[in-house]
Each structure stands twice: as C-alpha cells, then as structure tokens.
C-alpha cells in the first residue's frame, strides 16, 4: 500500500473514531455529578487522551 493510500485510510479512521470518541465523552460527561470540578477534570482528561489510541494509527500511516 503506498504512502498516500495509507494517509487517506488513517484519515477515514480518525474522522471515525473522533465521532465515535466525541459522542462517548459527551454521553459519560452528562452522568457526572453537577460539580464544576469533576466536571472540569474529567473534559481535560477526555480532551487530551483521544490521541493516545490513535498514535499506533499515525505511526503506521507514516511509516516508510
């Protein structure tokens, strides 16, 4: 599979998986209690950890 087809797939992928990931933050977000702090610690987690399942993903779109 050349470079660009293997860009083009991770493309599709994450686009997915952002829907996927951004539909299940909110859905677990609506369940927390009504405090501004767990609140505010649990969209700073959720906000920065969508890249680490997706870092497999760009190491083998990137690959030589």
């Known amino acids: 599979m050349g470079a660009r087809t293997r860009r083009f797939v991770a493309m599709i992928a994450v686009l997915v998986f952002a829907a996927g990931y951004i ?4 859905a677990i977000g609506e369940r927390l209690p009504d405090n501004f702090l767990v609140q505010l610690l649990y969209y700073a987690v959720a906000g920065t950890a969508w890249g680490v ?3 497999p993903l760009f190491r083998w ?3 030589g």
Do not use: N, Q
């Open 61 to 63: 779109a990137e690959r």
């Open 53 to 55: 399942p997706l870092y």
């Open 23 to 26: 539909w299940a933050a909110v």
